[in-house]
């Protein structure tokens, strides 16, 4: 089945303890995408990457980073977590056919509560 | 820097209704766009995609038409029933295959 797989799907840390949310795909994708969502602001681009070893910005990267170390995995790590990234985190991987055929897949979703 | 709305922000039916959903972006310079469903606490389940040369899309009682010129899609959903109360979400996608979402359509369809 394809699918794109997240963990944990929920977690409640501390202030300034590292951590990483996994996001894993079995449909060797190239595309690969972090987004967090909020009340009130919708869902916004963290970072994206269009290959392995290539990640690039999204509206909201400020506090995390990401590696694409091979296709199927794209890590979103939190260096020193803040309450303000108390967040629903979502993970997609997309499908690049020709450009009018590009289809985002998600997976189920990381409840992050930093405390 | 496109930005997307969505009209209604919520809406509520009795069953059987057919139903009209609003998606409007400030950027036409779009490849295609895409509509997904999210349920509370959930992922997004994509619905339909639309082609940038497409004027419409069918999945089902779905029905999704795309106006690019003008910047707006409509999701129209036909004979609603309690299992379609989500929340609906359309995404246009540009040149850099990134999507830019909307806030959503909250539907609750009562029976």
Redesign the interface.
């Known amino acids: 089945e394809a699918q794109v797989t997240q963990n944990p799907r929920y977690l409640i840390t501390v202030t300034g303890k590292k951590l990483t949310v996994t996001c894993s795909q079995n449909m060797n994708h190239e595309?690969m995408?972090w987004?967090r969502q909020d009340p009130?602001l919708?869902?916004?681009?963290i970072y994206?990457s269009?290959n392995v070893e290539v990640t690039d910005k999204?509206d909201v990267p400020e506090g995390y980073k990401v590696s694409r170390k091979e296709k199927r995995n794209f890590p979103l790590i939190l260096e020193s977590p803040s309450p303000n990234q108390t967040s629903?985190y979502?993970c997609?991987s997309?499908k690049?056919g020709d450009?009018?055929?590009?289809?985002?897949?998600?997976?189920?979703?990381t409840?992050l509560t930093v405390v | 820097k496109q930005e997307v709305t969505q009209i209604p922000a919520a809406l509520s039916v009795p069953e059987g209704e057919n139903l009209v959903l609003n998606c409007s972006f400030t950027d036409s310079a779009i490849?295609?766009l895409?509509w997904?469903r999210q349920d509370p606490?959930?992922?997004?389940?994509?619905l339909l995609?639309i082609?940038?040369?497409q004027r419409e899309q069918t999945s089902g009682r779905l029905n999704a038409s795309l106006d690019k010129s003008s910047g707006r899609s409509t999701l129209y959903i036909a004979a609603s029933q309690p299992g379609d109360s989500a929340t609906y979400?359309c995404?246009p996608?540009d040149?850099g295959?990134?999507?830019?979402?909307?806030?959503?359509t909250r539907l609750s369809v009562l029976p």
């Open positions: 595309y995408s987004y009130g919708g869902l916004r681009q994206y269009m999204g629903l979502f997609a997309l690049v450009w009018m055929n590009t289809e985002a897949f998600f997976g189920q979703g409840r | 490849y295609n895409q997904f606490g959930k992922g997004l389940t994509s995609l082609q940038s040369s979400l995404a996608g040149y295959q990134n999507f830019v979402f909307g806030p959503g």
